[in-house]
């Protein structure tokens, strides 16, 4: 059973920094695309960030170029998403999934961590 667990989310204060980490129990976790979205209150699920197999072409909705960095390693099937500068409206359940392109389809998607930005 595929699973995708997310973790390193929390409450920080506007202007900081968070690492999320999700960890795949994919076989072949080298094969997908990785991706992060996040779903605010009240809102739907948007694409946040998406990294290639092989972690050389990354992709970054507007809002968050500069900020976020997302990254991989495919020897601990793990991918991750450095957030700084961190504003409230960053605040939202960010997911990480698995897919084979980078508009989709996405395959796997993790449970989920909280990220509350306050200001």
């Known amino acids: 059973q595929v699973q995708l667990v997310e973790s390193g989310g929390g409450l920080v204060q506007a202007g900081g920094s968070l690492k999320l980490s999700c960890a795949a129990s994919?076989?072949?976790?080298?094969?997908?695309?990785m991706g992060w979205f996040r779903q605010a209150p009240g809102k739907g699920r948007e694409f946040v960030a998406a990294i290639s197999e092989g972690g050389g072409t990354t992709y970054y909705t507007d809002s968050v170029k500069g900020r976020f960095t997302i990254s991989r390693d495919n020897a601990k099937n793990t991918v991750y998403l450095q957030m700084n500068s961190l504003q409230p409206e960053d605040t939202a359940v960010h997911y990480c999934?698995?897919?084979?392109?980078?508009?989709?389809?996405?395959?796997?998607w993790g449970q989920g961590t909280q990220v509350t930005v306050s200001s």
């Open positions: 994919l076989r072949t976790f080298s094969n997908y695309v």
């Open positions: 999934a698995a897919g084979t392109g980078i508009a989709g389809p996405w395959h796997y």
